[in-house]
């Protein structure tokens, strides 16, 4: 049985209670694992409090040369957490070990950047002091993180946490706790401190995370509903908060676009991961001169993701997380349909019996969906795409604003006062210009709007991991 990572210890529930991960393939129970609640939380917040005390306090090159040693050896594991992510997500191999990569990289990443942030030195206007802005880890942090990318997620938050020098108190998503667990052990045997990342598991442990007083700043990766809500407890505690929240993206294909690289990337940016993803394209627009050209391509890459179980090589596309997520998606896709859409690829379940007992889903393109469809008003958080003629780019970024969300967004042409334009104009807080959706470490990504704010990765996120202090010497002239 998986347990949580409290300090020196490896512990079960206080409660006692436990609960079992499911592979999203095969139905069958991959482990049991502590249903953890406030009890637990307040250990681990207690033992990430007195960890900051030494953690805070190293040389901040040591931090460095800690931390690029733990990620080095958590990278040689790749392979066997890539195993546990495939069966507790459902996702191909491929994209789990892409995954897996990912998180020690983002480790690694942020590890350099432990002791290249300075602090200011001010002159001030009596010649008898000076000023000073320091920059100092904020304490305790809270990192709470979703299903559909578990250790991305997870460290686009705890990297920049710990370079800083804070400590964390970690809750992966209920559903998919193992591959995390994996992670931050192969930190520790690789000489990551006991106490620097606290793990707790079980639904309950996310409030719990945002009501306690020693975490001082939370970090949520969660729908835009669970985003409001807890804001809106952190608010009693006036915590700092960072909301990665959902999204909607938009895509506008334009009659000079390079239809070739605009198929590849939408087909990557709509059915990777299964569709589960915050940064996508999850609304495509694309003007009348190049639509069955383009549709012709994106059937054509649809047709060639085979769905599967993730640990089969042959596998192109793996199941959805949960049956309430096909659920939803099925619904918005009904909808579509109901309002008259047109089916050019998929729109229902494969068919066999090695697809019976997993909750597999068909990549899905829909045609000439109408106004007011679930799937332009909704986020669809699944392998469904739906389509739209537009006349013109005017038409394309109004349709493209036309939502609550703001995370990401791409647009294909040859024109450079349009690709300009769009970048002006779309509400988002990335823009692709003929580029795949990919998110780059070097680069702050954030939403806008609804879709929530504060940055991950790049510097802006080091930062948003510290606190600005401002200190006067007196006596010094
Ligand atoms: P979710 O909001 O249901 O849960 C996210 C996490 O928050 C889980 O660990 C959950 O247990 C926890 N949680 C739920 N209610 C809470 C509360 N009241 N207080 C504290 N913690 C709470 O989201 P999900 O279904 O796991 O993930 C899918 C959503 O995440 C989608 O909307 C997707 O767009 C979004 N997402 C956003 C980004 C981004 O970077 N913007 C990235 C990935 C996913």
Redesign the pocket.
């Known amino acids: 049985m998986a347990t949580m990572i409290i300090e020196g210890e490896r512990t079960s529930a206080a409660s006692g209670k436990t609960y079992e991960v499911r592979n999203p393939a095969t139905g069958e129970v991959v482990d049991k694992v502590p249903s953890g609640g406030p009890a637990d939380v307040d250990k681990a917040a207690q033992a990430a409090h007195k960890t900051f005390a030494t953690w805070s306090k190293l040389p901040a090159n040591q931090r460095r040369e800690i931390l690029h040693k733990a990620a080095q050896h958590m990278l040689g594991k790749v392979e066997e957490i890539a195993t546990i992510l495939t069966k507790e997500q459902g996702k191909t191999i491929l994209e789990s070990r892409l995954e897996a990569r990912r998180f020690g990289e983002n480790i690694a990443w942020f590890a350099d950047l432990a002791d290249k942030i300075h602090g200011q030195h001010v002159k001030l206007p009596d010649t008898t002091t000076y000023g000073l802005v320091v920059r100092k880890p904020i304490g305790v942090c809270g990192a ?6 578990p250790l991305t ?1 997870a460290a686009n938050k705890v990297a920049p946490a710990i370079a800083a020098g804070n400590t964390v108190v970690l ?4 559903t998919t706790p193992l591959s995390t667990l994996a992670c931050i052990e192969a930190l520790i045997e690789g000489g990551l401190p006991e106490g620097v990342v606290n793990v707790v598991l079980g ?1 309950a442990t ?2 719990a ?2 009501e306690h007083p020693l975490i001082r700043k939370i970090a ?8 409001k ?2 804001m809106a ?1 952190a608010a009693e505690q006036l915590k700092k908060v960072t909301l ?4 909607s993206d938009p895509c506008i294909v334009l009659d000079d676009a390079d239809l070739e690289g605009a198929a590849r990337a939408i087909s990557v940016g709509r059915f990777f991961n299964c569709g ?4 996508s394209t999850k609304r495509l627009y694309v003007q009348e001169g190049v639509y069955d050209a383009l549709m012709e391509k994106l059937i054509a890459r649809a047709s060639k993701l085979k769905p599967g179980n993730g640990l089969d090589k042959d596998t192109r596309m793996g199941p959805m997380h949960s049956e309430t ?1 096909r659920a939803e998606v099925e619904a918005q896709i009904k909808d579509a349909i109901d309002r008259g859409a047109k089916v050019l690829y998929g729109g229902g379940r494969p068919k066999g019996a090695e697809y019976e007992k997993g909750w597999f889903i068909e990549p899905t393109i829909l045609g000439d969906v109408p106004d007011g469809a679930r799937m332009w008003t909704e ?1 669809v ?1 699944g392998p469904a795409l739906p389509v739209r003629k537009i006349k013109d780019l005017d038409e394309g970024i109004r349709l493209g604003n036309d939502t609550p969300f703001g ?1 990401g967004s791409s647009i294909w042409t040859s024109n450079m006062a349009a690709a300009y334009r769009a970048v002006q104009e779309l509400e988002a807080g990335y823009t692709w210009v003929n580029a795949l959706v990919i998110a780059h470490d070097e680069l702050p ?3 806008t709007k609804q ?2 704010f504060g940055k ?1 990765h790049g510097v802006e996120a080091f930062l948003q991991y510290t606190e600005e202090k401002s200190v006067v010497y007196g006596g010094v002239g």
């Open positions: 709470i993180v979703p299903w559909n990318f997620l809750k992966p998503a209920s639904q996310g409030e995370i945002v949520l990766t969660g729908s835009t509903p669970t985003g809500r807890v407890k990665e929240l959902g999204g589960q993803q915050c940064l997520q986020e958080f995370l990504f954030g939403g879709s929530g991950e």
